[in-house]
T-cell receptor, first 114, second 112 residues
Framework: EAGVVQSPRYKIIEKKQPVAFWCNPISGHNTLYWYRQNLGQGPELLIRYENEEAVDDSQLPKDRFSAERLKGVDSTLKIQPAELGDSAVYLC????????????FGQGTRLTVV | AQSVTQLDSQVPVFEEAPVELRCNYSSSVSVYLFWYVQYPNQGLQLLLKYLSGSTLVKGINGFEAEFNKSQTSFHLRKPSVHISDTAEYFCAVTTNTDKLIFGTGTRLQVFP
């Protein structure tokens, strides 16, 4: 069974430019998460989807970040415009539900804003 | 709201020695607890989880953890570490209705 697939693995952009990350979750997983992991820190949740619905986006900086999950499968996270402080690893994860169910993580996208 | 504290940011240890990585949590409701491992430039992989039942939980790669409700702890242990165990380890907590919250991580460095 394929795991969570993210692309690209690495991205370097200049500040004020837009950037997008893509995630393909494990088949059958209705819950999808986007986390941001700053250097030396644990992952922090940006947004959680249950199927197509964003059920927790309280930590998403909505002035510059947006996300979508069309048809309840793949998801895209966008930043526009990017700032220097957005440099981090962006992790996508999926699970069959929340709570006791295990979340499976992709390898992440390392974003560097210069 | 829940929170997780990992008391040690780095733990150096020699190969074949035992190791304990400490994790304490805070919550007013029942929780589920997880330990994840992250190898360099990789995503997170589940080591083990506590949902209910036996407080001693065994995971992959010879790791185990003990849930202690009175001390609100979920420490990770391994009796004999290997060079390949060098990685970042994250403790995480969640409930039936809340998000998965991670600690700041512990860097385990195993020396030959």
């Amino acid at each position: 069974e394929a795991g969570v697939v993210q692309s690209p693995r690495y991205k370097i952009i200049e500040k004020k430019q837009p950037v997008a990350f893509w995630c393909n979750p494990i088949s059958g997983h209705n819950t999808l998460y986007w986390y941001r992991q700053n250097l030396g820190q644990g992952p922090e949740l940006l947004i959680r989807y249950e199927n197509e619905e964003a059920v927790d986006d309280s930590q998403l900086p909505k002035d510059r970040f947006s996300a979508e999950r069309l048809k309840g499968v793949d998801s895209t996270l966008k930043i526009q415009p990017a700032e220097l402080g957005d440099s981090a690893v962006y992790l996508c994860a999926s699970s069959k539900g929340q709570g006791a169910t295990e979340a499976f993580f992709g390898q992440g996208t390392r974003l560097t804003v210069v | 709201a829940q929170s997780v504290t990992q008391l040690d940011s780095q733990v150096p240890v020699f190969e074949e020695a035992p190791v304990e990585l400490r994790c304490n949590y805070s919550s007013s409701v029942s929780v589920y607890l997880f330990w994840y491992v992250q190898y360099p430039n990789q995503g997170l992989q589940l080591l083990l989880k506590y949902l209910s039942g036996s407080t001693l939980v065994k995971g992959i790669n010879g790791f185990e953890a003990e849930f202690n409700k009175s001390q609100t702890s979920f420490h990770l242990r391994k009796p004999s570490v290997h060079i390949s165990d060098t990685a970042e380890y994250f403790c995480a907590v969640t409930t039936n209705t809340d998000k998965l919250i991670f600690g700041t991580g512990t860097r385990l460095q195993v020396f030959p």
